[in-house]
């Protein structure tokens, strides 16, 4: 293996832990205020060729009850694993994120209970060139739309439509679209 895999490797790894160091902040302060988590596996579809998986650990919080008690929060923190192109010459990204999540109910249908799910965070890209396209910064917003179907009250079946991007900050920014199938279990 050559040194600047193992340098992309350990670079990825302290990026991991500076994050979960401060989510786990975040989750800790949000602990006095409410108790449910969530697990989540999420299979991503991008543009052309481009595949990945998203492993999330969310944790849900009551900031907002007092505006409508209906309106929950998250923050949801995850790696993301993207592949672009055929298995023996394909390029991957390694991607961190943290966003907070708001949803809203929308009501019954087919024996289900529908949420609609909105969320803007942050994400950190292990590689600035991924799937041809030059995105100029490691730093990328997460935007995401979501509809979460809710199975039982402690699974869900989510599909999102998830945007990465630098707002402009540096050119150029051409974006990373996706959409996402996502299992969620809660305790």
Known sequence: MTANFHLRINRAIFK?????LFCTGLFN????QSREQAIA???????????????AYQHHVD???GLDPRLTMLFEASANFWRYGPTNSSDSNAVLAVSPVLRYPLGQAFDLQWDLE????VSLLDDTRFAGKDVSTHYQFEDRLGLVSWLSPTESLTLRYLH????GFKRP?????????SYGWYF
């Not at 302060?29 to 006095?32: F, S, T, V």
């Not at 990465?164 to 707002?167: H, I, R, W």
């Open 173 to 181: 920014n051409p974006g990373l679209d996706f959409i996402s199938l």
């Open 63 to 65: 900031w907002l009850s």
């Open 41 to 55: 596996i999420d299979y991503l579809q991008g543009e052309g060729d481009v595949q990945g998986l998203k492993l």
């Open 164 to 167: 990465y991007s630098n707002a």
């Open 16 to 20: 991991a832990l500076v994050l979960t």
């Open 118 to 121: 909105f969320g803007i965070g």
């Open 29 to 32: 302060m949000a602990q006095a």
